[in-house]
C-alpha cells in the first residue's frame, strides 16, 4: 500500500500546481489517481475482496477521498463518501477506536494509530 500512497501524494500535488495549465494537471492528476487506486487493490486482485490492513491503506483511502472532493463534482462527493465509509469500517475492524496503549507497541506506532484514526 506505499505505493498506492505516494501516487496518491503525487496526484494530490500535481492537481494543485499552480504553475501548470489547468486542463493538463486535472489530465496528469487523474493518470496518477488510477495508478494510487490500481497499487491498492493489486493485492486484493489476488486475495479476493477489498480489505485494507495497513496504515498506509488506510491514509490512501483518506486521501483519495479528499482528492475526489476537490477534483470532481457531485459523483466525486459520492465516491468521496465510499471511500471514507471504507476507510472507517477498516478502522473499526482493526481496533484503532480503541485506545492501544496497553497493547505493548512502540511508541511511534501507538502515535501513528491515533493519528489515523483522528
Known amino acids: 500500500h506505499t505505493v498506492a500512497l505516494v501516487g496518491i501524494v503525487l496526484a494530490i500535488g500535481q492537481y494543485f500546481d499552480l504553475e ?28 479476493g475482496g477489498l480489505k485494507i490492513l495497513t496504515l498506509q491503506g488506510l491514509q490512501t483511502l483518506h486521501l483519495m477521498a479528499l482528492f475526489n472532493l476537490s477534483m470532481k463534482d457531485e459523483e466525486g462527493v459520492e465516491n468521496a463518501w465510499q471511500l471514507l465509509g ?10 484503532f477506536h480503541i485506545d492501544p496503549s496497553r497493547w505493548s507497541l512502540p511508541t511511534e506506532d501507538l502515535e501513528e494509530r491515533r493519528r489515523v484514526f483522528w
Not at 21 to 32: D, G, H, Y
Not at 86 to 95: I, N, Y
Request: hydrophobic share 45%; net charge positive.
Open 86 to 95: 471504507l476507510a472507517v469500517r477498516s478502522m473499526q475492524a482493526q481496533g
Open 20 to 47: 501548470k495549465p489547468r486542463s493538463s494537471v486535472q489530465i496528469r492528476a487523474a493518470e496518477l489517481f488510477r495508478l494510487a487506486s490500481f497499487a491498492l487493490n493489486s493485492r486484493n486482485m489476488i486475495d
